[in-house]
């Protein structure tokens, strides 16, 4: 092995007097481990205790094991931004039609968020019986209805807030305010990756712009830097990879590994400085993806039959951009990237225009974002089922919160309804043509099987096969984690 090669810890050894010093501290250190356990003084450590990963400074995002054997490698969350209507997609409610047109019992003290409700109001898209199964799916989205016996459903889900930001907050940290790490980075942080020249968290911005909560969906918050999501989509690529025409080949790998050299002499000085060592996995990492990242973002070469199939070249140049977006999400999980969020909708342009948010003319709004979703969306889940990916790839589809089973007064929308909503997954360790909990008859609020945002990231942590309550970061005096002091692994969704 050459010295190039060997940790910086094992550099030092190398040096005659830090061998010495090293080897008597350590034998000295093994004997009183030793006689300490033989008189029984050393702390028990309780099965359940939170548990840090050991990360090594040099290699932050070196592979780590999980505490139990996993479910699932890797995981992509789909999350539809502006609270997509579960009364209008996955959630049939008869009785939503049987009263269509009366007032809900108790609404008349009901405000919600922008104010003061009317009648009931039955879906204006048809529900019909889907697959195998039967499972009813409104023909909102016809292609992915047609994946309904690959699916299982959440129906009880709830949040904490009633406010787009908060709630995208709360979806993708567990916290409805500002600050807090996402789930992929608590991911990756827990796991490290198994792709050495691609980033273990990627986050897939809609072409249109990007949700309202912003990076808060990929931001490492109070973990180090190296864990955050590295947002790019198939339009927009990283920025900044290509070496500059006047810089040379040769110019650019010398300052590389002058920079290099500089970096491990400092790290040798002070082997403990996360942020160094985070500075120097991400310049390593950057100078891989020069050449991988170019490529994993290149989809001409794949056939023209599934770019057909995802809508790649579809007239409609959002439905096209979105779809390229779902080609990349494969690319990116079939390399090994452990944890990859794709969004759909933006608020760059405004209120229900470019998101599922659909206060004022929900079925006229709905009409344009469900084609642009509906076939890439679907195409993706084929594609990664026809690779075999979906036997070790959990998928989660997710919105911030539903929508209320009543138009808004004055207008042909429904308003912002936290109370109960729907989430689904597929892929590992879930079982499929499955639905779990329920809303009440006119699906108001979850009456059966309750759960909580909470339950789902302890759920999702769960088929990566981690405890939830041992994933921790010490912050400020507070043990943190993904889950806060709550959450519990939905046990009756599992295969």
């Known amino acids: 092995?050459?010295?190039?090669?060997l940790s910086h810890a094992g550099r030092r050894l190398l040096d005659r007097r830090s061998f010495l010093q090293h080897a008597g501290t350590g034998l000295a250190g093994i004997a009183l481990t030793a006689l300490l356990s033989k008189q029984g003084l050393?702390?028990?450590?309780?099965?359940?205790s939170p548990i840090r990963p050991q990360i090594r400074s040099q290699a932050p995002l070196a592979a780590r094991l999980p505490h139990f054997a996993p479910k699932a490698k890797r995981v992509l969350v789909i999350f539809c931004s502006g609270a997509c209507?579960?009364?209008?997609s996955w959630d049939y409610k008869p009785e939503l039609i049987k009263f269509d047109g009366k007032p809900m019992p108790g609404s008349e003290k009901l405000i919600t968020f922008q104010g003061e409700n009317g009648n009931l109001v039955k879906s204006p898209y048809t529900f019909k019986p889907r697959g195998q199964s039967g499972k009813y799916i409104s023909d909102l989205f016809p292609q992915l209805a047609e994946m309904a016996d690959e699916m299982c459903f959440i129906h009880s889900m709830t949040a904490k807030s009633n406010?787009?930001?908060?709630?995208?907050?709360?979806?993708?940290?567990?916290?409805t305010l500002d600050g807090f790490p996402s789930?992929?980075?608590?991911?990756?942080?827990?796991l490290g990756t198994e792709c050495d020249d691609l980033p273990a968290f990627v986050a897939i911005p809609d072409p249109r712009g990007v949700p309202?909560?912003?990076?808060?969906?990929?931001?490492?918050?109070?973990?180090?830097?190296?864990?955050?999501g590295t947002a790019f989509n198939a339009d927009k690529p990283i920025p900044n990879l290509a070496r500059p025409a006047k810089i040379s080949e040769q110019a650019e790998r010398s300052t590389r590994d002058f920079l290099k050299f500089l970096n491990n002499k400092r790290l040798e000085q002070y082997p403990e400085d996360s942020e160094l060592s985070a500075r120097i996995a991400s310049y390593e990492l950057a100078a891989k993806m020069q050449l991988r990242?170019?490529?994993?973002?290149?989809?001409?070469?794949?056939s023209e039959f599934i770019r057909e199939m995802y809508g790649v070249n579809d007239a409609n140049k959002t439905k096209a951009s979105y779809a390229r977006n779902c080609l990349l999400a494969r690319r990116l999980l079939e390399r090994d990237v452990r944890f990859v969020q794709l969004f759909n909708g933006s608020y760059a342009m405004g209120e229900g225009v470019g998101n599922w948010d659909g206060h004022k003319k929900l079925k006229e709004q709905y009409d344009i974002h469900a084609p642009v979703f509906d076939q890439p969306t679907a195409a993706l889940l084929r594609d990664l089922k026809g690779r075999g990916l979906l036997e070790d790839t959990l998928v989660v589809w997710t919105t911030e919160f539903g929508r209320m089973p009543m138009f808004q007064k004055g207008a042909?929308?429904?308003?912002?309804?936290?109370?109960?909503?729907?989430?689904?997954m597929t892929g590992a360790g879930v079982k499929r043509a499955f639905s779990y909990g329920a809303t009440d008859s006119f699906g108001y609020e979850a009456v059966e099987n309750i759960t909580t945002i909470y339950d789902l990231h302890a759920t999702i942590l769960h088929l990566l096969g981690l405890d939830h309550e041992r994933v921790s970061f010490y912050h400020n005096g507070i043990e943190r984690r993904l889950t806060d002091v709550h959450g519990q692994v939905i046990q009756g969704i599992l295969a």
């Open 1 to 5: 092995m050459r010295q190039d090669e």
């Open 42 to 48: 050393l702390a028990a450590e309780k099965d359940h």
């Open 412 to 424: 042909s929308g429904r308003d912002h309804n936290p109370k109960g909503f729907t989430v689904w």
């Open 212 to 228: 309202q909560a912003g990076p808060n969906h990929w931001s490492s918050g109070f973990l180090p830097a190296v864990f955050q």
């Open 85 to 88: 209507s579960h009364l209008d």
């Open 163 to 175: 406010t787009h930001g908060p709630a995208e907050n709360q979806m993708s940290t567990g916290f």
């Open 183 to 190: 789930m992929g980075a608590w991911a990756s942080y827990a």
């Open 293 to 302: 990242a170019a490529e994993v973002s290149d989809l001409s070469h794949e």
